[in-house]
Antibody
Framework: EVQLLESGGGLVQPGGSLRLSCAAS????????MSWVRQPPGKGLEWVSA????????YYADSVRGRFTISRENSKNTLYLQMNSLRGEDTAVYYC??????????????WGQGTLVTVSS | ETTLTQSPAFMSATPGDKVNISCKAS??????VNWYRQKPGEAAIFLIQ???TLVPGISPRFSGSGYGTDFTLTINNIESEDAAYYFC?????????FGQGTKLEIK
């Protein structure tokens, strides 16, 4: 059974940093690209970032480029999102998601339950 | 960036009804649309891939149609368990983008 478990969310002040983790199990983690998606309170979903199976290719939304860094540690089956220079508009539930097909981009099939990040003074 | 316009934002249905949820893309994206369902506090569930293909294990009451710019999720014979938030996603190009979502209420 595929499981994605996010952690690392919490309350942080504007300008602060936070690192999210996503522990994956139930599939060959190193064979699949992964994404982070977020949902601000009461709003729709926003794709944040994606990383290829080997980690060599990354993509970012314009809203986070230069502030967030996606990475993965395949030996630990873990996906990360390093978030720096956080702003109020980064407040959201952050989800990790697994691509449906290996070595390709066809959108996610499995999602985690999310971790809440609140940026406030 | 491809914008997905999803409608309606909210709908109410009675058990046994058939409902349609629309997702319109701002440019041609072939069949690169997926549909998902999410319930509060739960992980999203993958329903339809590549616009029309039912994900294994999903009830055949769900179906998808469309190509290019217009896509539809249809739920036949609505059941109370279908109360949820439904959304579309395009994976034709980065950034992936989402429809605004549809909250489905069952009377």
């Amino acid at each position: 059974e595929v499981q994605l478990l996010e952690s690392g969310g919490g309350l942080v002040q504007p300008g602060g940093s936070l690192r999210l983790s996503c522990a994956a199990s139930g599939f060959i983690f190193s064979g699949y690209a992964m994404s982070w998606v977020r949902q601000p309170p009461g709003k729709g979903l926003e794709w944040v970032s994606a990383i290829s199976d080997g980690g060599g290719t990354t993509y970012y939304a314009d809203s986070v480029r230069g502030r967030f860094t996606i990475s993965r540690e395949n030996s630990k089956n873990t996906l990360y999102l390093q978030m720096n220079s956080l702003r109020g508009e980064d407040t959201a539930v952050y989800y990790c998601a697994k691509e449906v097909r290996s070595n390709s981009w066809y959108g996610p099939d499995y999602w985690g339950q999310g971790t809440l990040v609140t940026v406030s003074s | 960036e491809t914008t997905l316009t999803q409608s309606p934002a909210f709908m109410s249905a009675t058990p046994g009804d058939k409902v349609n949820i629309s997702c319109k893309a701002s440019q041609d994206i072939d069949d690169d649309v997926n549909w998902y369902r999410q319930k509060p506090g739960e992980a999203a569930i993958f329903l339809i891939q590549e616009a029309t293909t039912l994900v294994p294990g999903i009830s055949p009451r769900f179906s998808g149609s469309g190509y290019g710019t217009d896509f539809t999720l249809t739920i036949n014979n609505i059941e109370s368990e279908d109360a949820a938030y439904y959304f579309c996603l395009q994976h034709d190009n980065f950034p992936y983008t989402f429809g605004q979502g549809t909250k489905l209420e069952i009377k």
